[in-house]
């Protein structure tokens, strides 16, 4: 299916410089690492935003990305983007009322394509966990370069941990002065005991206004205009 998404939000400079570093980061990974789970402690976070936007970096590279919405409790994406027409979702899919094809959708985006998550269903967990998701992996596997997994907070609910499982490295998503670092190592040893293999983590909604951020950002932006104006 052809969709068009209706509510893009831009990047500003900054913003889109930082989900580059984080595509780099991620590629120096190793080629082995294609599917990537993002998930956060809480709700609110920001990694459903993370999610999308480095999906739509790494297609801005040339690699053939998919995006699959798995926060089959309280998505926000399909209500923040705006498709421009109904969909099926991942859980059409795995519930085995639409085939694989039927959930995949191009987009007016570049080399990114995405699945949806589909209505609410009340057994989100055994959904997630059934063998029909992780055969869906494998077979995606062979199409995209890069797959990227939006999941559920790990704090509230076990979802992320089932599909964390499944991909090859997760990032956790941290707002900046949200959440306690004893709650973060609880959600860290989590995923550790899951056998996830973690990649790193994203310190999300940081006030570059505040101290040491507001130096870096006076630096930063004076290093690019002296570089730069050579050319």
């Known amino acids: 299916m052809q969709i068009n998404l209706e509510s893009i939000h831009k990047l500003n400079f900054r913003s889109n410089e930082a989900y580059k570093q984080i595509r780099t980061n991620i590629q120096f990974c190793g080629s082995n690492v294609r599917i990537i789970c993002i998930t956060s402690s809480i709700p609110g976070e920001g990694k459903s935003s993370v999610s999308f936007n480095l999906a739509v970096s790494i297609a801005d590279s040339g690699k053939k990305v998919l995006f699959i919405d798995a926060d089959l409790r309280k998505s926000v ?28 959708c ?95 983590a994203v310190l999300n909604k940081v006030d570059v206004k505040k101290g040491s951020y507001q130096y870096y950002g006076k630096k930063y932006k004076r290093y690019n205009s002296e570089y730069y104006a050579v050319y």
């Open 77 to 104: 994406i399909i209500g923040r983007l705006k498709p421009d027409q109904a969909v099926s979702g991942l859980t059409h899919y795995l519930s085995g009322m639409s085939a694989l094809r039927e959930i995949l």
């Open 106 to 200: 191009e987009t007016n985006i570049p080399n990114l394509e995405m699945a949806f998550t589909g209505p609410i269903p009340p057994n989100p967990a055994e959904l997630l966990g059934n063998k029909y998701f992780s055969e869906m992996l494998e077979t995606l596997r062979k199409e995209y370069d890069y797959i990227i997994v939006d999941t559920p907070p790990l704090g509230s609910v076990i979802d992320s941990a089932i599909v964390a499982r499944l991909c090859d490295g997760v990032v956790l998503v941290i707002e900046s002065n949200a959440v306690s670092y004893k709650f973060i190592q609880r959600v860290k040893k989590q995923l550790e005991q899951g056998d996830c293999k973690i990649l790193g």
